[in-house]
C-alpha cells in the first residue's frame, strides 16, 4: 500500500468517525453565521497555523540540529525507569493491541479534528480560542524541546525487552506515522500533551457537550496508555507530555480571557 493510500484509509475513518461522533454530540447545535464567527477567531486560528507551519519546517530540519546540540538523554531516561515500559508490555495481548493500535492511530485523530468542529457551533466563541491557543503552545514547546533534546524511544533503547507492538501488528501504520514523527522526537509525547489538553477542554464543556465529555475523557486516557503500551514512548515523555498538555490549557485561558 502506498503512502497515498494509506492516507486516503486513515482519512476517510477520520471523517466518518467525525460524522459519527457528530450525529451524537451536535444535534442541539445549528450552524449560525460561521463566517463572523471564523473572522472573530481568525487570529487564534492563525497563531495555530503559523505555529504548524513552523513545526512542520522544524521537523524536517530539526533531528539534524539537534544532533548538533548534542543533548542526547536517552540514556537519563533510561536510568530513571528502566524497562518499566515492558512491564506494561507484559499485559499485552492481541485484543489489546488492537485495541490501543486504533485509539494510537485514529482515536488521536479524533481528539485533534473534533473539537474545532464542535467549539465552532458552540455558543461561545471562546473554547474555539482556547483550543487553537492551547494546541498552538503544544506544536511550538514541542518542536523546542525536539530541537534542543536526542531521545530514542523504548522500541530502539531496548529492543531486547520492548517489542514495537503496532508496527508488529500493522506494518503499515509505518507508512503514515513516519511521515510527522522521527525516532529522535520521543521527549515529550504529544499524543499524551495534546490528548489531555483536549480532554481538559471537553471537561471545561461538559455541560453542553456531556457527550463528547463521555467520549473524550476516556478515549484521551487510551491514548496515553497507549502510547507506553505500543513501546513507542518512555513513561518520563508521558509525564512530560501530561504537564505540558496542562500547562498549555492553564496559558490558553489566560491569554483568551
Known amino acids: 500500500m502506498s503512502l497515498a493510500e494509506s492516507l486516503a484509509v486513515v482519512l476517510g475513518g477520520v471523517v466518518l468517525l467525525n460524522a459519527g461522533v457528530a450525529a451524537l454530540v451536535l444535534r442541539r447545535e445549528r450552524p449560525g453565521d460561521l463566517r463572523t464567527r471564523l473572522r472573530e477567531a481568525a487570529p487564534y486560528l492563525a497563531f495555530l497555523g503559523g505555529v504548524l507551519a513552523v513545526n512542520k519546517v522544524a521537523r524536517e530540519y530539526g533531528p539534524e540540529l539537534s544532533w548538533v546540540v548534542g543533548w542526547n538523554i536517552t540514556h537519563r531516561i533510561y536510568s530513571i525507569e528502566g524497562t518499566l515500559v515492558a512491564h506494561v508490555q507484559s499485559v499485552a495481548t492481541p485484543w489489546l493491541t488492537t485495541y490501543f493500535s486504533a485509539v494510537y492511530l485514529f482515536g488521536y ?8 468542529l464542535a467549539y465552532l457551533l458552540h455558543p461561545q466563541l471562546r473554547h474555539l480560542k482556547r483550543a487553537a491557543v492551547a494546541f498552538g503552545l503544544n506544536y511550538g514547546l514541542g518542536v523546542v524541546c ?10 530502539n533503547r531496548i529492543p ?4 514495537p ?4 501488528a500493522y506494518p503499515r501504520a509505518q507508512i503514515v506515522t513516519s511521515q510527522v514523527n522521527a525516532n529522535t522526537n520521543v521527549f515529550p509525547s504529544l499524543h499524551a500533551s495534546l490528548s489531555v489538553t483536549v480532554a481538559l477542554l471537553a471537561w471545561r464543556t461538559r455541560e453542553r ?12 486516557a487510551s491514548v496515553v496508555v497507549s502510547t507506553m503500551y505500543l513501546g513507542i514512548h518512555w513513561a518520563t515523555d508521558v509525564v512530560a507530555g501530561i504537564a505540558l498538555g496542562v500547562g498549555s490549557v492553564l496559558v490558553a485561558e489566560w491569554l483568551v480571557e
Do not use: H, K, N, Q
Open 109 to 116: 485523530t479524533i481528539l485533534l479534528t473534533f473539537p474545532f
Open 146 to 155: 525536539y530541537t534542543l533534546f536526542v531521545s530514542y524511544g523504548p522500541r
Open 160 to 163: 531486547d525487552a520492548v517489542e
Open 165 to 168: 507492538l503496532l508496527y508488529a
Open 209 to 220: 457537550y456531556p457527550r463528547w465529555t463521555a467520549i473524550a475523557v476516556p478515549l484521551a
